[in-house]
């Protein structure tokens, strides 16, 4: 990869998706976002071509949704968020409309929403501030409406809830340190509540565990450095 970052990285099927700011990949042009085969480690045609960078990525089937500070992707506007085909690399139907006042760090899917997460505060002309549920098939924000305080870095789904870390310290109506569960139902924030003394940018959650990474140094009321399980 040439001058730039990556900062997403979805795995396929032979093929690594990934995004970020740089504009080419081995001997390839290739800005923001690009499809790696996994046996060569060669760019494949698949070209979106964004015109601003790429920060997140998610893949369910032939879709992957990306996110990042563009407003132009697989030569259509989409403002901030977009379901991309794997097949072409053009985008698909699906559209929110713009993303306003920051980009869209996460995005994940389940079930019949994509869920999306930064330091916006208006999706689709509605105020959703830094998270927001989306409707997979008409791509209108739903009536869920957690509202953060500031940024949103990462998200992880577990059954009925949403887990989410980043720097606000407050979300789903209640103070909550840089981390939250939110229930998927209500928007509102669950009980779970063990604070990070810094921002969290990395989350992942099975049934038993919840594993979070960032720049703290203290989390869940212990002394953790940079990682922790919870």
């Given at each position: 990869?040439?001058?730039?970052?990556?900062?997403?990285?979805?795995?396929?099927?032979g093929v690594v998706y990934f995004g970020g700011t740089f504009s080419q990949v081995g001997v390839s042009g290739r800005s923001g976002i690009a499809a790696v085969a996994t046996d060569t480690g060669l760019p494949t045609t698949w070209n979106?071509?964004?015109?601003?960078?790429?920060?997140?990525?998610?893949?369910?089937?032939?879709?992957?949704?990306?996110?990042?500070?563009?407003?132009?992707?697989?030569?259509?506007?989409?403002?901030?968020?977009?379901?991309?085909?794997?097949?072409?690399?053009?985008?698909?139907?699906?559209?929110?409309?713009?993303?306003?006042?920051?980009?869209?760090?996460?995005?994940?899917?389940?079930?019949?929403?994509?869920?999306?997460?930064?330091?916006?505060?208006?999706?689709?002309?509605?105020?959703?501030?830094?998270?927001?549920?989306?409707?997979?098939?008409?791509?209108?924000?739903?009536?869920?409406?957690?509202?953060?305080?500031?940024?949103?870095?990462?998200?992880?789904?577990?059954?009925?809830?949403?887990?989410?870390?980043?720097?606000?310290?407050?979300?789903?109506?209640?103070?909550?340190?840089?981390?939250?569960?939110?229930?998927?139902?209500?928007?509102?924030?669950?009980?779970?509540?063990?604070?990070?003394?810094?921002?969290?940018?990395?989350?992942?959650?099975?049934?038993?565990?919840?594993?979070?990474?960032?720049?703290?140094?203290?989390?869940?009321?212990?002394?953790?450095?940079?990682?922790?399980?919870?």
């Amino acid at each position: 990869v040439g001058a730039g970052s990556v900062q997403a990285i979805a795995l396929g099927t032979g093929v690594v998706y990934f995004g970020g700011t740089f504009s080419q990949v081995g001997v390839s042009g290739r800005s923001g976002i690009a499809a790696v085969a996994t046996d060569t480690g060669l760019p494949t045609t698949w070209n979106p071509a964004p015109n601003g960078p790429v920060t997140c990525l998610f893949l369910t089937g032939s879709t992957l949704y990306a996110g990042g500070g563009f407003v132009n992707i697989g030569g259509q506007l989409r403002l901030g968020v977009a379901a991309l085909s794997t097949a072409t690399g053009a985008a698909t139907a699906w559209d929110p409309g713009s993303v306003t006042g920051g980009f869209v760090r996460t995005v994940i899917r389940s079930g019949n929403t994509v869920y999306v997460a930064g330091g916006f505060l208006t999706v689709g002309g509605l105020q959703r501030a830094r998270l927001a549920a989306l409707d997979a098939t008409t791509a209108v924000p739903t009536a869920w409406r957690p509202e953060a305080s500031s940024t949103v870095n990462a998200l992880a789904i577990q059954g009925s809830r949403i887990y989410a870390g980043g720097s606000f310290l407050s979300l789903g109506g209640t103070a909550r340190n840089r981390l939250a569960a939110i229930d998927t139902r209500t928007g509102r924030a669950t009980s779970w509540n063990p604070g990070a003394n810094a921002s969290v940018f990395a989350i992942g959650a099975d049934s038993s565990a919840v594993f979070v990474g960032g720049n703290f140094n203290q989390c869940g009321g212990q002394a953790r450095k940079c990682i922790a399980k919870l």
